[in-house]
């Protein structure tokens, strides 16, 4: 097979739920997805929302080229269905994939924008997760208003030390419903993670939605794991997305303790660092 493009993005975690307060903010991981078009038909496997199809609908709908007959190649490190932000890994990395084959030069904010239609349209997001769409095209965090285009949508930004460790625990894939409702129901707790991070704070951010998502979803084993965690050294804990992975941010010296009792527990984890200038974001021309 001959490759016509290819597109990189990262996975993410979130500091804010988005349908907490209708603010949303999410950091890159390096966890990375990479996309690649080539010249003839090939099944991807666990596209399990058809997003990719969305994706080529979302970029026909606009008018630009596309190669008459083509596939897809993709190669991912992001766990799906468990809260890391896959499907805007994905569809951020396919969009970058058909921008390298068609030389459109589209921009990160109009990638973010196609992204959003594209997850909307196959049903894997709510809000369109345009604070995971930015997390996944560049480093450091944003806060953003989902309801706005890319180029709006940004309140406040910030970078994250990329010296130190992030731990992804995983659990298994998601099983517990998540309802609109029950998040508002939180609201108090989400708030103050919005003021955490707007004064700043993005690590005290992350840990006060962790326990806010917690709640809304009934997930009281991710409240204990993250309390444990932080009462063995980790900086901030709590659940990223809807769970049920949950993020752990700590100092380097600090993550084999952690992992162990992570370990210890029953669970796996994934080592790995917040995305930083000097990760492979952006496919070179």
Known sequence: MKVLGSGR???AISILHALGTGRGCSVGIQLETQVQIVNQSNEVNDDRHGLLASVEYCWREQGLP???????NVESTVPIGQGLKSS?????????????CAWTGLSNSEIADLSAKS???SKCAITGSMDDNWASLEPGWKLVDPSLGASDSIIIQGEMDDRLSVLVCLRGERSREISPTKFLEQNQIFERSLASIMSGSALDSLSSNGMAVSAATGDHEALRISNLCIASGAIASG???SGPAI???CFEDDTESISEIIDEMGY?????RFAS???????AS
Request: with cysteine.
């Open 88 to 100: 805007s890994a994905l569809s951020c990395a396919a969009l970058r994939a058909l921008n390298s």
């Open 247 to 249: 993020a752990v941010v």
């Open 66 to 72: 596309i190669p008459d007959e083509f596939g897809w």
């Open 9 to 11: 993005s990262n996975g």
């Open 239 to 241: 659940i990223s997305g």
């Open 277 to 283: 200038n000097a990760s492979p974001l952006e496919e």
């Open 268 to 272: 796996s984890t994934i080592q790995t």
């Open 119 to 121: 997850q909307l349209m």
